[in-house]
């Protein structure tokens, strides 16, 4: 209540006053009067007297403790003013501290990871790491932080590289740059099976892959770019979008990391374990993942054009509508892997294990799939104009309307494969084995099939045979009479 509401009641209570003392001097007048009335008259009229004066007294009692009250409530409301003006100090000062505590903290951790005790560094790395769970709004800062000590204490060393001033990070983690970089040298030219990854860099990337991502800043990536991170353990890891650029990962434990979205071009994977990776529309592009374990792993729009999977595993890996443009596939295992509506150009799978592989529309123009093995694998519709294809194993695989306009099948053995409504135009089946294939509305228009073996070959007819080319050492079904041409030929 305010100090003019209590005025005015004050106001009130000195004219209530005022009226009961006029009303009791009027009783009091009257009763000057009670001797000349009846004896019942005047006990009456005295009744009434004490009722009104009692009435009067209470009234008063009323009209003061009214004013207390409001008097009371008023400073009350002042204590409530003054205590919510002081709490509000007392949050701002509280935040005030917080925010220094929090700047001493993170400078202090920052300083020690340039200490020369390693001991001392994974500290500062699980000290920010906390300051980062803490307070988000510091989240984004400190993963700039520890990727850029991961820059800074583990590069690649590329020779004859300018670098530009923007390579360099404005963090100084110590006075050993130098000597770090002398030692990065000798590490780098190691073999695979004697380096180790230091620990502080491996703790580093462990908070780094454990991050709450949500707390990433939109249209923010981590960089990591031409870093020598060989047998980093990065397991189950969320590098959603991270830039790996020229970065070297053999080695690597990345076991059902999450790297979709992720820059990783030039990268290097060799011998990497990627089982159940998620690489979901990542850019591979040249990088080397030759003899790594990518079974099962999700590589839904991948760029790996000109890439290195030689003697890779992808075994029930999913590569659907991947980009795999002049890659290296040769003795790569894709068994009941799903290549479905991939562009596999001129890629080269050369002695590759495509068994019950999914290549359905798949582009495999010009691509080397010599010594294949394609073996119940489904490519229907798939195009493989121009595609080298000699000694492949293709028992039972499904190529019902598939592309095969001038591609080599030379000693390709072909067993059951079903190749319905193919187009073979100009293709080369010499020596080839057809045994028990479907050939049904098969385009066979200047196919040559000197030597090759079409016993128990279903659905083919004289019409086929009179378009393709063949010789006396071709073997056709019981039901059809070889061409005069072919009998001549040798």
């Given amino acids: 209540m305010s100090t003019k509401k209590t005025d005015k009641t004050l106001q009130w209570l000195i004219t209530i006053i005022v009226i009961v003392a006029l009303s009791l001097i009027l009783v009091v007048f009257a009763s000057t009067n009670i001797e000349k009335l009846a004896l019942q008259q005047q006990i009456l009229n005295r009744h009434q007297l ?45 935040k005030l501290l917080q925010e220094r505590l929090i700047t001493e903290r993170f400078l202090g951790s920052i300083a020690q990871l340039g200490n020369d005790k390693v001991e001392t560094r994974i500290g500062a790395i699980y000290s920010l790491e906390r300051i980062a769970h803490d307070f988000p709004q510091e989240h984004w800062i400190i993963m700039q932080v520890l990727t850029a000590f991961v820059r800074e204490n583990a590069p690649i060393l590329i020779e004859r590289k300018v670098q530009k001033q923007e390579d360099f990070t404005a963090i100084d983690f110590g006075k050993n740059r130098e000597r770090t970089r002398r030692q990065q040298m000798v590490n780098y030219g190691l073999p695979l099976e004697y380096f180790q990854l230091r620990t502080d860099i491996q703790a580093a990337l462990t908070v780094i892959g454990r991050r709450n991502f949500h707390q990433d800043r939109d249209n923010k990536k981590l960089d990591l770019r031409n870093t020598d991170i060989r047998k980093v353990d990065l397991a189950n890891a ?17 076991r059902g990391v999450d790297l979709s979205g992720a820059n990783l071009e030039g990268a290097k994977f060799i011998s990497a374990i990627l089982y159940e990776a998620n690489l979901f529309k990542a850019n591979l592009r040249g990088a080397n993942l030759s003899r790594a374990n990518l079974n099962l792993a999700n590589l839904y729009g991948v760029d790996l054009r000109s890439g290195n999977l030689f003697g890779a595993s992808l075994r029930a890996a999913n590569l659907q509508s991947a980009n795999l443009y002049k890659a290296n596939l040769q003795q790569v295992i894709l068994k009941t892997a799903d290549l479905s509506g991939a562009k596999l150009f001129l890629v080269n799978l050369q002695g590759a294990k495509l068994g019950k592989t999914k290549l359905r529309f798949a582009g495999l123009i010009a691509a080397n799939l010599q010594g294949a093995n394609l073996n119940s694998a489904n490519l229907q519709g798939a195009n493989l104009n121009a595609a080298k294809l000699q000694k492949a194993d293709i028992y039972f695989a499904n190529l019902r309307e598939a592309s095969l306009n001038e591609a080599d099948l030379s000693d390709a053995n072909l067993v059951g494969a079903n190749l319905s409504g193919a187009t073979l135009e100009a293709a080369n089946l010499k020596s080839a084995n057809l045994m028990g294939a479907n050939l049904s509305g098969a385009e066979l228009e200047n196919v040559k099939l000197m030597g090759a073996t079409l016993t128990g070959v279903r659905n083919l007819n004289c019409e086929q045979i009179n378009h393709a080319m063949g010789d006396r050492h071709t073997l056709l079904p019981d039901y059809l009479e070889m061409p005069e041409s072919w009998q001549e030929s040798d």
């Avoid at 009209?63 to 949050?91: C, F, M, P, R, S």
């Avoid at 969320?238 to 990345?254: E, I, P, T, Y």
């Fill in 50 to 94: 004490l009722t009104i004066m009692a009435i009067v007294l209470f009234t008063i009692a009323l009209v003061i403790h009214v004013y207390y009250t409001a008097k009371g409530t008023q400073v009350i409301e002042k204590n409530a003013i003054t205590a919510e003006k002081n709490l509000a100090i007392n949050i701002e000062n509280t």
């Fill in 238 to 254: 969320k590098l959603q979008g991270v830039d790996l650029r020229g970065s070297d990962l053999s080695g690597a434990n990345l």
